[in-house]
Nanobody
Framework: QVQLVESGGGLVQAGGSLRLSCAVS????????MGWFRQAPGKERDFVAA????????YYADSVKGRFTISRDIAKNTVYLQMNSLKSDDTAVYYC??????????????????WGQGTQVTVSS
């Protein structure tokens, strides 16, 4: 198991940017994939992006492709989600998640076993 702590959420105007951080601890991450998910009120938890810790391969939901960038810093054991050109539809609680990486990415939240507490992102129009 790994422990995950998100930060960086807040209120931003449409068109603005935010960078979310996810501090990771607990075990070696070389075999892990890190994901970002989001959940709006009354909706399911949706996949946003994922990255392989060892290869830096990335995968994005179509709704954020070209606007969001996932990255990781090995020295800081931190995963980032840079969010640009934010829209009101991006408003949600954003969660960091982790699971073992087997060469392909999974989009279902049920496939991820470790979760952070979430950070609120609100985009005003």
């Amino acid at each position: 198991q790994v422990q995950l702590v998100e930060s960086g959420g807040g209120l931003v105007q449409a068109g603005g940017s935010l960078r979310l951080s996810c501090a990771v601890s607990g075990r070696t991450l070389n075999t892990y994939a890190m994901g970002w998910f989001r959940q709006a009120p009354g909706k399911e938890r949706d996949f946003v992006a994922a990255i392989s810790w060892s290869t830096e391969n990335t995968y994005y939901a179509d709704s954020v492709k070209g606007r969001f960038t996932i990255s990781r810093d090995i020295a800081k054991n931190t995963v980032y989600l840079q969010m640009n050109s934010l829209k009101s539809d991006d408003t949600a609680v954003y969660y960091c998640a982790a699971r073992s990486y087997r060469g392909y990415f999974l989009r279902s939240s049920r496939e991820y076993g470790s979760w952070g507490q979430g950070t609120q992102v609100t985009v005003s129009s």
